[in-house]
């Protein structure tokens, strides 16, 4: 398989990217990647893309170990959220890409300056057991005595989208810092990531859940006993941005990446892997609502990053980390 080529290549060096062929990092899940991949290459069969995907946190600790050592690989980074990507454009690591065809898109979903674009919306709400547990309207209606251990919540600490959630709702007032107060007065444990957060909800280990939409609207359509609700004050969305590397080996063929994603093809594949596009024209996928039934809370990532050791210092400090 292709990401296992680039994995090895990762961990035992690997020759600069030829011509036609970019180097991929992305926190994608392995399924989703290879179709990603496979798409793009079915359009620009004359493209090699040699790719590896690691959770977000995971990959920008390699990136750093090879900004280090002076030896930086990918061409293209396809991660979860912007505020590690906001970090990368500080620091000068990421190239602007004025031209990308962002016509017709949220501006919210892109960087103003062009360095990274978002390629899908996942929104963060609230799952729910449907057999032990009764839908809510708003953040609020969670922090019930009821809920008391009841509630699992990824830990900002762990995954990319919960600390986008993070910085989202901190300064939503309906929400704010009192709301994870009041998580951890319940004695909620922030810990791990979506996917045993929704196991937990679905076994019945937990009344609710705090993670993105697509995860739980593709299990309740295989039948597990959840349902997912968009609160009324909002969700917080990552967009698994895609960028450009300013060291870039192979800028042409990576903005050809990055054109496919952000375009009709890239945007009717992300509709078939189940997460809503981009386009406000696009119909959703099954169960999905529209973008204007929803209401979108974004991140200033260029603040988030300034702020974040603030943030998840705070954050710990609420938990007891």
């Keep these: 398989m292709r990401h296992t080529t680039a994995l090895v290549a990762l961990l035992c060096g690997a020759l600069p990217a030829s011509a036609g062929t970019i180097t991929l990092y992305t926190s994608q899940s392995p399924e989703i990647a290879q179709a990603t991949v496979d798409a793009f290459q079915a359009a620009h069969p004359d493209i090699t893309v040699e790719w590896t995907r690691n959770g ?3 990959l920008m600790n390699v990136l750093a170990a090879e900004i280090e050592a002076g030896d930086v690989r990918p061409d293209v980074l396809l991660v979860a959220d912007t505020i590690n990507l906001g970090a990368l454009k ?6 602007a890409y004025a031209d990308a065809p962002v016509e017709g898109l949220d501006p919210a979903t892109y960087d103003a300056d062009k360095t990274f674009f978002g390629t899908k919306i996942m929104a963060t ?13 708003t953040w609020a209606e969670l922090l019930t005595e009821e809920n008391r251990g009841q509630i ?80 009324e004050d909002g969700v917080s969305f990552i967009t698994e941005p895609v960028a450009i590397m300013s060291t870039a080996r192979n800028v042409e063929d990576a903005k050809t990446f990055v054109n496919f994603l952000l375009t009709e093809a890239g945007q009717e594949l992300v509709v078939q892997q189940g997460n809503l596009p981009l386009h406000p024209g696009m119909e959703p996928p099954a169960g999905f609502p529209l973008l204007s039934q929803i209401t979108l809370l974004p991140v200033d990532s260029d603040r988030a990053v300034e702020t974040d050791a603030e943030v998840r210092a705070k954050f710990t400090e609420i938990f007891g980390g």
């Design 56 to 58: 977000t946190s995971q």
């Design 90 to 95: 500080r620091d000068g690591r990421l190239m």
């Design 125 to 137: 709400g609230i799952v729910y057991n449907t057999q032990n547990a009764e839908p809510v309207s």
């Design 152 to 231: 699992a919540v990824p830990s900002p600490l762990y995954s990319g989208a919960a600390l986008n959630h993070l910085h989202s709702v901190i300064d939503v007032p309906s929400v704010g810092w009192e709301f994870y107060e009041g998580l951890n007065a319940l004695d909620i444990i922030p810990e791990g990531g979506n996917g045993p957060a929704l196991n937990a909800v679905a076994g019945g280990m937990a009344k609710y859940g705090i993670i993105v939409d697509a995860d739980s609207i593709r299990a309740k359509a295989a039948g597990s006993p959840v349902d997912f609700i968009y609160p």
